[in-house]
């Protein structure tokens, strides 16, 4: 259980150092880190088609859908096609359009449930509505300034990067306290 908690507290460290480091580059350089954004994101893909594949190969002749092995084919493909082809230039390209319709798409769906929770007596609903509202008009005006939506884009990951790699070093400290209260735990 020590050795466990030990090798856990390092890894937190060694992962949390780097991630802080990569989200603080991207708040320098938010344009330039689409790029990598894109090709993580097809490393990710990459891996989980593969994933999908050899999952496809282990299951049980009976269980086996051909629709997983598609989508790992699929998957794996659009993966190589990101790192080694042009898909992470065309990625990043349409990540700021991608997240413009999200946010529009979002607001208009708080619009809808709004309207709804009017008709059912709720007394809330105003808010609801309102940041409808704002989401659909910042959505539409993301939309045709993706300059302006990549940076959001960018920034917004640099943050969780920043707060997930800082929870990590938390936790490196945390687990020390850790260890102790499950020694006590054990001992009782």
Do not use: D
Not at 44 to 73: D, H, P, Q, T, V
Not at 110 to 126: E, K
Not at 127 to 144: P, Q, R, S, V
């Amino acid at each position: 259980m020590r050795k466990l908690l030990s090798s856990t507290k390092w890894f937190m460290l060694l992962s949390g150092i780097p991630i802080v480091i990569l989200g603080v580059t991207m708040l320098f350089t938010p344009l330039k880190n689409l790029i990598a954004l894109a090709i993580f994101i097809g490393v990710s893909m990459l891996i989980s088609g593969i994933s999908e594949i050899f999952a496809f190969c282990g299951e049980e002749k009976y269980f086996r859908s051909s629709w997983m092995l598609i989508g790992g084919i699929l998957t794996t493909l659009f993966g190589i096609w990101t790192i080694f082809g042009r898909g992470s230039a065309v990625l990043a390209a349409i990540m700021p359009f991608v997240f413009a319709v999200w946010v529009m798409s979002s607001g208009v769906t708080r619009i809808v449930g709004a309207i709804s929770l009017r008709s059912q007596g709720y007394g809330q609903w105003g808010w609801i509505l309102t940041f409808g509202i704002i989401g659909t008009a910042l959505g539409f005006m993301l939309l045709f300034s993706p300059l302006l939506s990549s940076i959001i884009v960018a920034y917004a990951i640099a943050a969780m990067l920043i707060v997930h790699g800082l929870n990590n070093i938390m936790i490196f400290f945390c687990i020390k306290n850790i260890g102790g209260w499950v020694r006590k735990q054990i001992e009782w």
